[in-house]
Structures are given as C-alpha cells and as structure tokens.
C-alpha cells in the first residue's frame, strides 16, 4: 500500500492560482495510476483529473478543463494539480488517490476504482 500526503491547500481569491502537492511513501511511486477528487461541503466527492503511469496521459472533468493540469514526478514520488483562474465553486476538500493499474496506458475517472487515498488538503477560493 502507498501512503499518500497532500498539501498546497489554502484561500485564495477568485481567479488565483493554486499548486496542490501529493507526496506518495512506502510504495513505488511510479507503479502507480494517480488521480485527483474534491468535496465540497454538502455534496459528494467528485472526480477532477486522472493520470495514468505513463505521465503524459491524462484526464480532467469538464468543469477543470483548460484550468487545472495533472502531473507528477515520478523521480521525487510526487503529484501535483496546478490548479488556476480558480472560481468560488472550486471551493472543496482536495483527496489525491492512488491505485496499481491494469496497464501503464490507463488511467481511472471513478473513486471506486482506487483503493490508496490521502487525508485531503482545504481550498477555500473567495468571490
């Protein structure tokens, strides 16, 4: 099991720019497909972005695409989510998840299919 640690979280004011962090420990890193999910108070967690082993292959929700870019460091066991022109809504608790895929190619858009999460980091954006 990979331990999974995230932190970049705070408050920013609308249209800001964020970078999230995801430090992976106990496993390796790289064998890893990774994603990102938020929640927002009172409503269920969702996806936001997905990257698969391989760290050019990735997926983003509708609502964070062309804002939000996934990526990770496979040298320093890290993902990141640089996360800009954030929006009130983009208020959640940010989790970062992490599961051993199928293949290097793939890369996974639901919670249930990760079974490695973090404790998850505040973002907080004002109007």
């Known amino acids: 099991q990979v331990k999974l640690v995230e932190s970049g979280g705070g408050l920013v004011q609308a249209g800001d720019s964020l970078r999230l962090s995801c430090a992976a420990s106990g496993a390796t890193f790289s064998s890893y497909a990774m994603g990102w999910f938020r929640q927002a108070p009172g409503k269920e967690r969702e996806f936001v972005a997905a990257i698969a082993r391989i760290g050019g292959l990735t997926n983003y929700a509708e609502s964070v695409k062309g804002r939000f870019t996934i990526s990770r460091d496979n040298a320093k066991s890290t993902m990141y989510l640089q996360m800009n022109s954030l929006k009130p809504e983009d208020t959640a608790v940010y989790y970062c998840?992490?599961?051993?895929?199928?293949?290097?190619?793939?890369?996974?858009?639901?919670?249930?299919?990760?079974?490695?999460w973090g404790q998850g980091t505040q973002v907080t954006v004002s109007s």
């Open positions: 998840a992490g599961r051993l895929p199928h293949n290097s190619l793939r890369y996974y858009n639901t919670e249930q299919e990760y079974d490695n």
